[in-house]
Nanobody, 125 residues
């Protein structure tokens, strides 16, 4: 069992920035962030593979940057130019890349990944 501990998040005005961090208790070939707003489905936001390949949802490209510290087995999400529509609960996730990437791209099979407890991001207009 992999334990994921998230930090960061909070409230910010539109145009502001926040940074999320997630530390994993064990190595996984892929880590990333999903988010879920009230009444909406969970969606992939950003992910990074062990070969440093990154994935972003179209809605955050150019504004969010994911990075991984391989010595600490942690992943960060730098969020800039935040918009009210970015408001959601953000979840760190980890798993094998052949499982993680399809879930990130197409959804479903959520129990096949390891999940953090979630951290709230609220962006006011």
């Amino acid at each position: 069992q992999v334990r994921l501990v998230e930090s960061g998040g909070g409230s910010v005005e539109a145009g502001g920035s926040l940074r999320l961090s997630c530390a994993a208790s064990a190595w996984n070939t892929c880590m990333g962030w999903f988010r879920q707003a009230p009444g909406k489905e969970r969606e992939g936001v950003a992910a990074i593979r062990s070969d440093r390949t990154t994935f972003y949802s179209d809605s955050v490209k150019g504004r969010f940057t994911i990075s991984k510290d391989y010595t600490k087995n942690s992943v960060d999400l730098e969020m800039n130019s935040l918009k009210p529509e970015d408001t959601a609960m953000y979840y760190c996730a980890a798993g094998a890349e052949d499982v993680f990437v399809p879930i990130f791209m197409y959804g479903g099979s959520w129990p096949d990944l390891y999940w953090g407890q979630g951290t709230q991001v609220t962006v006011s207009s």
